[in-house]
């Protein structure tokens, strides 16, 4: 997707690879077992610190797709929302 390497070479506080790191992360995020999902809830995970915080990754989706064109918003969209699905299972 030419346009989100655009965006990225655009934005100052973006940089290369970026939204490819916070679908990674994102998708990490949710494919954890439901048990360390409900202890991030309760405790919070200290160590996102050293990782990245996947609910940072997930804002950062949002204000890109956004600021994309609606195709290509679509088509990012597409991917976030089956991950989505995968964490409100129940």
């Not at 655009?10 to 994102?26: D, I, K, T, Y």
């Not at 994309?68 to 995968?86: E, I, Q």
């Amino acid at each position: 997707m030419s346009e989100i390497f655009r965006l990225e070479q655009a934005w100052n506080h973006l940089r290369p690879g970026a939204m490819s790191a916070a679908v990674r992360l994102w998708k990490g995020y949710v494919h954890r077992p439901g048990r360390l999902l409900w202890q991030d809830y309760e405790w919070g995970d200290v160590h996102w610190h050293c990782c990245g915080d996947p609910f940072e990754a997930r804002a950062l989706l949002d204000t890109v797709m956004r600021a994309l064109s609606p195709r290509s918003a679509r088509r990012l969209r597409a991917v976030v929302d089956r991950f989505d699905a995968v964490r409100d299972r129940p």
